[in-house]
């Protein structure tokens, strides 16, 4: 089927190397999302994918065959572009079924499979409409009907949602969302807005600087983030990074020293760490709580309240003056400057080497994504009926 | 502040207009004299050059005479045809070089640019006797293919210039959508681009279009044997060396400004901006 395989690519635009050796593995019916910040290749791996730009080395295979070389309409691929790119001086209609005669379609099938596909997107009463008399959203489903109707093995979208409001931009997630459960077409999707990467993905990959950081289901990414970047990318608030020191090592955590002296345990891979190592503590803001409730606690100055009405962020200073963030109860009753004191569980905190890197977390939740889940239930219910 | 500025504006507004409409006037005057003394008697146009033609003066005495006794028809016709091929091909072959020369990377694509930028700073009139010497011996003296050539090759820099600027902005991802789609070059410059820029081709005839139509020069160089003479040129025999027939003189050259109205007229309905709006956002 339509397995996307990258096997080293790179990528230079004359002396500039933009890609530094993508492999990734993408299988067939898989939502994958490309996420990164601005800069960091992953339109630029869309587009070699997409086949408009050359590749410089390695391999792309889809569906089991090499395509390096061949043309972007002979790769089974659709592209969604973020600036939409329906042509101007043509309807809907039009706009849909061109790729469709240009190839040498019949009309009949062309006009089936341009009111099925606008039936699905309902765009069906807007096809003698000309691009310029179609709001955003319209527009950006138009672009997506012109892609579906060429029955494409890989849908690639580049940042579709971006030019959308923000209302809009939920409700054509969701749509999207939707839509890839409904045609089962592997999808890539590059977008630097981690919570589309969250809620689409089944798969996500981090890019940074032209490399993979990291890829997995988005519960990995987000108990597992395997280094600093990845970590402060996936969430929001980002999570909060702290200096600090390893004072000693148990059996199954560390004790570790904060820049602001106070002290705290982290379940982490142990192996690697040894007493002294400069290290970074990480906890996220939503594992953050007022008072001291939970294991470990530290003392803070409130320099700014934003209140949202389901959560409260906190921005804090530690004794030390470094600046945390914390997601606080809706109704936190706070004032500004005042000193807190916030407690958090030692199985949230993640640890960061001097590289870096971080230490595996031991006791993490649940990384499992919904289909996996889904497959992991119907497995344990097929073991209880025997 | 805001009612000074606004005052400014207005008052700036004003100065603009008044310098357009003095030169709109003063552009105008010679067609406008040309225009009323066409109706006007012999002896009145001596009499008072700026009348307006009265029940008196008024006669068609010069339409009469250019378009029953001369071969005004064939002039026309061979203007026509001129002209029209001549933009044809400066548009269709101006389009597709600049298509070429922004859209691919070739070797030679430099060079082509810098000839076709010299072909803008030096006046073509300067090659006249080479053109004279290469026609003579092509044989095409006395055609009117001699002329098409030579205006194609007069309008092509130009165009390709104009044309390349349009071309630069229409959107990268409109190509690449089309190429995702499977649409061929070729497609993708008839179908999208051409279309796209279609008021800059607009422009670019109307530029190519009035110098062909006025041009006496390669027509009395290059075609003046009888049967091949451009409108220009048939004017001509109507100016003696001693007597000049002004009536018939300007009841031509006022019959020779309508087409070019109508050809003005035609594609200005093209000069329509935003018609790439919608495309993205």
């Known amino acids: 089927m339509a397995d996307v395989k990258l096997n080293n690519i790179k990528k230079s635009f004359g002396n500039v190397n933009i890609l530094h050796g993508i492999s990734l593995d993408i299988k067939h019916g898989e939502f994958v999302v490309l996420v990164g910040a601005s800069g960091c290749g992953k339109s630029t791996l869309l587009r070699l994918i997409a086949g408009l730009e050359e590749i410089t080395s390695g391999s792309l295979e889809i569906s089991g065959r090499e395509v390096n070389h061949i043309a972007p309409a002979q790769r089974g691929i659709a592209m969604v572009f973020q600036s939409y790119a329906l042509y101007p001086h043509m309807n809907v209609f039009k706009n849909m079924s061109y790729g469709l005669k240009v190839n040498g379609k019949g009309k009949d099938f062309i006009k089936e499979k341009v009111l099925e596909a606008a039936n699905t997107l309902d765009i069906g009463h807007l096809l003698e409409r000309l691009p310029r008399e179609l709001s955003g959203g319209q527009r950006q489903r138009v672009a997506i009907g012109r892609a579906i109707v060429r029955d494409p093995n890989v849908f690639l979208f580049d940042e579709p949602l971006s030019n959308l409001d923000a209302a809009l931009r939920v409700q054509t997630r969701v749509e999207i969302g939707k839509l890839h459960k409904k045609l089962g077409t592997t999808i890539i999707y590059v977008t630097h807005d981690q919570i589309e990467a969250m809620t689409l993905g089944d798969k996500i990959v981090v890019m940074n600087e032209g490399l993979i950081s990291q890829a997995g289901t988005p519960l990995e990414l987000y108990q597992h983030p395997c280094n600093k970047f990845v970590a402060g990318f996936i969430g929001s608030p980002k999570m909060n990074m702290i200096p600090g020191k390893v004072l000693a090592i148990e059996a199954d955590h560390l004790l570790v020293e904060l820049s602001d002296k106070s002290i705290s345990k982290a379940y982490v891979e142990t192996d690697t760490a040894s007493i002294g190592d400069n290290i970074t503590f990480g906890i996220r803001p939503e594992h953050l709580v007022e008072g001291a409730l939970q294991e470990t606690s530290l003392s803070a100055k409130v320099s700014l309240i934003e209140q949202l009405g389901e959560a409260t962020y906190l921005y804090l200073t530690l004794g030390d003056g470094s600046e945390i963030v914390m997601r606080g109860e809706g109704e936190s009753t706070t004032t500004f400057s005042e000193q807190i004191n916030i407690s958090l569980k030692p199985e949230h905190v993640h640890i960061f080497n001097s590289e870096g890197i971080a230490l595996r977390r031991t006791r993490a939740g649940n990384t499992k994504s919904p289909a996996q889940l889904a497959q992991l239930k119907a497995q344990t219910a097929e073991a209880a009926a025997n | ?281």
């Open chain 2, 1 to 281: 502040m805001k009612l000074f500025n606004l005052r400014h504006d207005s008052s700036k507004k004003l100065m603009i207009h008044a310098v357009l409409i003095s030169y709109t006037l003063i552009a105008l005057f010679p067609i406008w004299v040309v225009i009323i003394n066409s109706f006007k008697s012999r002896k009145a146009i001596f009499n008072d050059p700026l009348a307006l033609p009265t029940a008196d003066t008024f006669t068609l005495i010069g339409f009469e005479e250019v378009l029953l006794r001369s071969e005004f028809g064939l002039f026309f016709s061979n203007s026509m045809i001129v002209t029209m091929i001549s933009i044809f091909c400066v548009l269709l072959f101006g389009a597709m070089i600049a298509w070429a020369l922004t859209e691919y990377k070739f070797p030679g694509n430099l060079a082509i640019s810098v000839i076709v930028a010299m072909g803008i700073m030096i006046p073509i009139r300067l090659g006249t006797i080479g053109i004279l010497e290469l026609m003579s011996s092509l044989n095409l003296v006395n055609t009117l293919t001699s002329l098409v050539l030579v205006y194609i090759a007069q309008g092509l820099p130009l165009a390709v210039y104009i044309l390349s600027e349009f071309i630069k902005q229409v959107p990268k991802e409109l190509k690449e959508a089309a190429r995702c789609d499977g649409v061929g070059e070729i497609k993708i410059f008839f179908t999208i681009i051409v279309p796209l820029i279609r008021p800059s081709i607009a422009t670019v005839a109307v530029f190519t279009m009035i110098p062909i139509w006025n041009d006496l020069w390669f027509p009395l160089i290059l075609a003046p044997s009888d049967g091949n003479q451009t409108i220009t040129l048939g004017v001509q025999q109507f100016i003696g060396q001693y007597v000049t027939d002004w009536n018939s003189v300007l009841a031509s050259l006022t019959l020779a400004i309508v087409p070019v109205l109508i050809l003005y007229l035609v594609f200005s309905r093209q000069l329509i901006r935003g018609l790439t709006s919608g495309a993205v956002k």
